[in-house]
């Protein structure tokens, strides 16, 4: 038989210096092979039941996870925490206490309940005072479950809701009690559509929307009341494609937002919508089947800083995403690309980083990188390359020519690399340009050793005269 440990924990809060003591949390904690405590932080796993522990006890987190038992009255009597997280414990709504949290409900910021099998708000979460962050994710709530009067107890303080579960089949109508709320996630719902008010009472405070594995067929309109958001993400929202892109917000909406990811929503063409954003600088399209980026789309994204396109189908790079002046920040992994010529990148001269990891490239022309004068990493990871590129050569002469002292970073990792007397173009480069510090990341194919290793001890002994072909 399992034998049990727990907590019925209880603690002071001492202040010293405007900080909570935390000392108590861990002290005489017993051992056990289901619980453990460091750094104020208690985790436990694999419980049946709750015996209590007597001595009092202020944590920052009481973490219990992939466990089964019931959460009585008096299991929190001798607690308190800053976060408390009840995930995958077979919860349901009659083995949650009404008073199970009343000794938190001054200090509990976080509750933590995702994963159970709940069907309604818990009551015992309005006790709490000053609740922040609500994490009921994976949880059968229908959409009529989520209870006026709780919202309306914790709406003036609660600012991160995270809720989902396919018996969410319309927008609960009560949420218009949370008028802190400043991050919503919203995952594995069965919405088809949201109301043009769907977000009021929270319209001008919040700043982070996430909405993921929905039945929606369209962007929806209610964004476009969300005056001070900052971050959308509308992911794996299958059934919108290209048309559901096309909702009608006009420029000079949404004036703060600055990060979109529109990954896996079906669509084949960067959307228009982009366009509206005027503050934009994130632009994530992963997981989408882009047929062609045309100069019109790029247009739209033109304000963005970093650009992802991992996992969409590119045999190339897309000579429109030069179009993009300001991008800094270039990722084309897990795409099937084979080639990156000479004139792909020339216009992207404000290009720090990029990134073509898992794409099938067998060539890089050695000019490919002579005008990227701010490229300080490249990671080629899992290509078909066999021979550091060329173009590594161009890239270093580039930033030579600047005049500045610079890092540049080249990942090659798991790559079939040869290390051998024809690398010594590299090591005459290196020398050659003193200002330019340069590392790579990886193995050597044809020697036990990493290619760092064996340009800083072998290529020295080389004869001089190599040439990069």
């Known amino acids: 038989m399992i034998a049990f440990v727990w907590l019925s924990l209880c603690g002071l809060i001492t202040h010293a210096f405007g900080q909570t003591d935390y000392s108590s949390c861990c002290s005489n904690f017993p051992d056990s092979s289901f619980c453990g405590c460091e750094n104020a932080v208690i985790q436990c796993h694999g419980l049946i039941t709750t015996p209590s522990l007597r001595q009092d006890r202020r944590c920052r987190v009481v973490d219990i996870r992939d466990s089964s038992l019931p959460i009585k009255a008096y299991d929190f009597n001798h607690i308190q925490t800053d976060r408390l997280i009840l995930s995958n414990n077979n919860l349901n709504d009659s083995n949650i206490n009404p008073l199970a949290f009343n000794n938190m409900k001054g200090t509990l910021k976080e509750l933590v309940l995702s994963n159970n099998s709940l069907t309604a708000l818990p009551a015992s979460v309005k006790e709490l005072e000053h609740l922040e962050l609500l994490d009921l994710s994976g949880n059968p709530i229908a959409s009529n479950n989520f209870d006026d009067d709780i919202l309306r107890d914790i709406g003036d303080t609660l600012i991160d809701l995270k809720i989902g579960g396919p018996n969410i089949t319309s927008w609960p109508s009560s949420f218009y009690h949370l008028q802190a709320l400043q991050n919503l996630t919203i995952t594995e ?218 890092t540049i970073t080249v990942d090659l990792q798991f790559n079939r690399i040869q290390c051998t007397c024809e690398l010594q173009w590299l090591y005459a480069a290196i020398t050659s340009m003193p200002s330019i510090s340069i590392t790579f990341e990886g193995t050597c194919d044809t020697i036990v050793m990493s290619i760092q290793d064996y340009i800083d001890s072998n290529l020295s002994s080389c004869p001089s005269g190599g040439q990069c072909s």
């Open 189 to 406: 719902s069965h919405f088809t559509l949201l109301p043009v008010d769907a977000f009021h009472g929270f319209q001008g405070t919040l700043k982070e929307l996430t909405i993921q594995h929905s039945q929606l067929t369209s962007v929806p309109l209610a964004v476009a009341r969300l005056r001070y958001l900052e971050v959308l993400r509308f992911d794996d929202n299958y059934n919108v494609g290209d048309h559901g892109m096309r909702a009608p917000i006009v420029p000079g909406l949404l004036p703060y937002l600055y990060n979109v990811s529109l990954q896996a929503d079906n669509i084949t063409v960067f959307p228009q919508i982009l366009g509206s954003f005027e503050k934009l600088q994130n632009v994530v399209l992963d997981r989408n089947r882009l047929k062609f980026v045309s100069d019109e789309s790029a247009i739209a994204v033109n304000r963005a800083s970093t650009l992802s396109l991992r996992d969409s189908g590119l045999t190339r790079i897309p000579e429109a995403i030069q179009r993009i002046a300001a991008l800094d920040a270039l990722d084309l992994s897990n795409n099937k690309i084979h080639s990156v010529e000479t004139k792909d990148l020339r216009q992207l001269v404000s290009l720090k980083s990029l990134l073509f990891n898992n794409n099938p490239i067998l060539y890089m022309s050695p000019n490919a990188l002579d005008n990227n004068v701010l490229l300080d990493r490249i990671e080629l990871r899992s290509t078909n390359l066999t021979k550091v590129p060329c173009a590594i050569r161009g890239l270093m002469a580039a930033h030579s020519h600047t005049g500045r002292s610079s």
